[in-house]
């Protein structure tokens, strides 16, 4: 029993660092920012996961285990949205290769608050132009 866990063990690990190493490549390799983005969320989380649980297995301690799964749920709750925030944000500031997207959802949303005034903005009424107006 005592092999067979150690070898769950590093079978976990290593597909955990396997997971963490395509995320790296795929941040060097991919050509745009959403695709890098998509590169760095997706395999990590699952790669966290895969390490914190060969890492439980290896301990054999249960009273990290509820360590382990605070950490790996900060890190499943804080990626994609930390990802969403980047990428919208790219989105808006022409980084994104936009003629590359296969729907754009965003588009109408940008363009509406585009054209419009910007939100929250009161005009400012200068008071000699106000008085000019007067006379």
């Avoid at 005592?2 to 790296?24: K, Q, T």
């Avoid at 959403?34 to 890492?55: D, S």
Wanted: net charge neutral.
């Amino acid at each position: 029993m005592e092999i067979f866990l150690d070898i769950l063990v590093a079978v976990l690990l290593i597909l955990g660092c396997l997971m963490s190493l395509i995320a790296g490549i795929g941040l060097l390799t991919f050509p745009d920012m959403l695709t890098r983005m998509h590169a760095a969320t997706k395999p990590q989380v699952l790669g966290f996961l895969l390490i914190f649980a060969g890492l439980a297995i290896h301990l054999r301690n249960w009273t990290i285990v509820p360590v382990l799964i605070v950490a790996w749920a900060m890190q499943l709750l804080t990626a994609p949205v930390s990802a969403h925030m980047i990428g919208r944000s790219g989105y808006r500031t022409k980084h994104a290769a936009k003629d590359t997207l296969f729907s754009d959802e965003l588009r109408q949303v940008v363009d509406k608050v585009s054209s419009g005034s910007a939100t929250g903005a009161i005009p400012v009424v200068d008071s000699q132009d106000h008085e000019q107006d007067g006379k």
